[in-house]
């Protein structure tokens, strides 16, 4: 079975129905209970979350461990609870990204990232005293090979 | 806004099922006890407000806003993963509608 919905960015977007996210207290400050996750371009590392319920709503994600090598996940005893999630072993892990047209101003939120297990998603606060708010995706390979 | 006085170990009930006990009080600092039904979200004001920005912000993004692909990566990114990537990566399955 098959789930049509409408996105401002995609038109017409059909997902299957077992690619239905429930989120069942949204995202902070956005809402939204039901998200799809869609690629960016394959190979870029991005994808959509898209609301299934809001035609405007969707926010580029991406893997933090794609990105981030040593990112770290703790949660707080009460997110385990509200989410039911003791052990992250299994759950998909995303972070929300703040898209700006030049990629070195490009950051990801590493403090509270969506966990995504079995249909359903929760965004937790990570608190690893490491994960800031704004992080810049894109490392400067100039500068790499400058210290090199 | 309700303003109401308590005192140490006293309590707030909020509906029937959310309870706010004052733990304690030390010179500017409160403690307060929550006691809510499980699943209700709870967040320090400050840490809330900063997630609710950033997520608006990210759902700002138009699709030509983001690279249509990668970067190059800097050297150590593309290097072989070592055992713990590789245990970082295994919680990684990301789905591919479509």
Redesign the interface.
């Known amino acids: 079975m098959s789930v049509t919905f409408q996105s401002i960015r995609f038109g017409t977007v059909e997902i299957a129905q077992e690619d239905v996210i429930e989120f069942p207290f949204g995202l902070i400050g956005l809402g939204g209970l039901q998200y799809t996750l869609l690629d960016h371009n394959p190979g870029s590392g991005f994808h959509w979350l898209h609301a299934v319920d809001n035609a405007a709503l969707a926010l580029p994600v991406v893997s933090p461990y794609q990105f981030f090598p040593s990112f770290t996940l703790e949660i707080a005893a009460e997110d385990r609870e509200r989410t039911g999630i003791e052990d992250t072993t299994g759950a998909e892990l995303y972070v929300t990204v703040r898209a700006t047209p030049n990629p070195a101003d490009i950051t990801a939120n590493l403090r509270a990232p969506l966990l995504v297990r079995d249909g359903r998603g929760y965004q937790v606060i990570n608190t690893n005293a490491d994960a800031a708010l704004q992080v810049p995706l894109f490392a400067l390979p100039t500068q790499e090979r400058i210290a090199s | 806004m309700l303003i109401l006085t308590r005192r140490p170990g006293e309590r707030v009930v909020i509906g029937d099922e959310i309870l706010v006990t004052v733990m304690g009080v030390s010179g500017h600092t409160v403690r307060l006890g929550i006691a809510a039904p499980?699943?209700?979200?709870?967040?320090r004001e400050e840490?809330?407000l900063?997630?609710?920005?950033?997520?608006?912000?990210?759902?700002e993004?138009?699709?030509d806003?983001?690279?249509?692909?990668?970067?190059?990566?800097?050297?150590?990114?593309s290097s072989a993963?070592d055992a713990g990537?590789t245990a970082?990566?295994?919680?990684?399955?990301?789905?591919?509608?479509?």
């Not at chain 2, 499980?38 to 967040?43: F, K």
């Open positions: 499980e699943g209700i979200p709870i967040y840490i809330w900063a997630v609710m920005e950033e997520n608006r912000a990210a759902a993004a138009n699709v806003a983001l690279p249509a692909e990668k970067p190059a990566p800097p050297t150590e990114r993963p990537d970082a990566q295994a919680l990684e399955r990301p789905q591919k509608p479509g």
